[in-house]
């Protein structure tokens, strides 16, 4: 088994034939295909089913691995580049669309500053979707709702915000000044999918104030909900920086602020097993440190004082 077949196995999965893998890896179809039979006759299992294109379930364990030997490999390159020199190399890192709208622009111009030698590539998606990213190592930081209660990764805070109920103008809700959750559940909400970590905390909130949320639409996506809410489909109970107070001179929705209402918890997280590259390290530092330094000037934003290492 040798590094060039788990490549030639990866760029199959991640491109969708033969072929596109072939021009990913700037070679031909031939060698692919030979990479990638040599690895299955090693192991002793079909990797790819030839006839519908896709990986099988002992391929997809495979990919899994492979993805991760590649993250290390990378983040040896990085470690040995940065010993004799600044640090360099590429850092992927997941974020909630929320706090990605104010965080990553700081962190882009604080990181260039600092580690100018860094590409950062960032990946805007939900929690349940970074986690399995991170897991399979394709990411190698994740900033996601904590705590995510994955034994396999490391969750640190960064921040809290308040949570607010948005919404339409002319809707019921909107003519208060203050709500209760009882008063929040009188009515249907634009709901995060049942499964997601902010969905689990708000029924457990509503579940220890007697009360039960129903939904009018479950969406898996803050920035979704939000944008549902403000355009007058519905009221949604949703963190500060998926509402920032500066669009509100629009007064197409109201922000009101909920009695006794959790603030949510953001944090950064990272595998447990393996240590990070050092352009991640450096990226995650820069990312506590914008936090610290700028946090308190997003509404409804409370950083915490995350520590400088893992």
């Known amino acids: 088994m040798d590094l060039r077949q788990l490549a030639a196995l990866l760029a199959v999965a991640d491109h969708g034939s033969f072929s596109a893998a ?21 192991l002793g299992v079909t990797l790819v ?19 991760r030997i590649r993250a290390e490999l990378d983040a040896l390159v990085s470690d040995i580049a940065s010993l004799r020199d600044e640090v360099h190399g590429v850092a ?20 260039a500053k600092a580690h100018p030698k860094v590409r950062l590539v960032v990946v805007d998606a939900t929690t349940s979707l970074q986690l399995p990213q991170l897991a399979r190592g394709e990411l ?14 490391i969750d640190e805070p960064l921040f809290e915000e308040d949570r607010f109920v948005i919404a339409p103008t002319e809707h019921p809700l909107a003519r208060y000044e203050v709500l209760t959750l ?3 559940a ?35 996506g803050m920035r ?9 489909f519905g009221a949604a109970v949703l963190p500060a920086s998926a509402s920032p107070g500066w669009l509100e001179p629009a007064r197409r929705w109201k922000r009101i602020p909920v009695i006794g209402l959790t603030p949510r918890t953001v944090g950064v997280v990272q595998r447990r097993r393996g240590l990070p590259s050092a352009a991640a390290r450096a990226v995650r530092e820069v990312i506590c440190q914008v936090v610290e330094q700028n946090g308190r000037d997003q509404s409804g934003i409370h950083p915490a004082k995350p520590a400088a290492g893992p």
Do not use: C, M
């Open 22 to 42: 072939a021009r990913a890896l700037h070679t031909v179809q031939s060698n692919v295909s030979t990479h990638v039979a040599r690895l299955e006759k090693e």
């Open 49 to 67: 089913d030839r006839a519908a294109g896709t990986i099988t379930e002992e391929g997809r364990v495979v990919v899994d691995r492979a993805r």
């Open 92 to 111: 992927r890192i997941g974020v909630i669309g929320t706090t990605a709208r104010w965080l990553v622009p700081l962190v882009i111009d604080a990181l």
């Open 140 to 153: 190698d930081l994740a900033i996601v709702n904590v705590p995510t209660g994955d034994p396999e990764v």
């Open 182 to 184: 009882a008063q929040v």
């Open 186 to 220: 009188e009515h249907e909400l634009l709901l995060p999918a049942v499964g997601t970590i902010y969905r689990t905390e708000l029924d457990a909130e509503a579940a220890a104030a007697g009360v039960t949320l129903r939904p009018k639409a479950e969406v898996d």
């Open 224 to 232: 979704l909900v939000a944008s549902l809410a403000f355009q007058g």
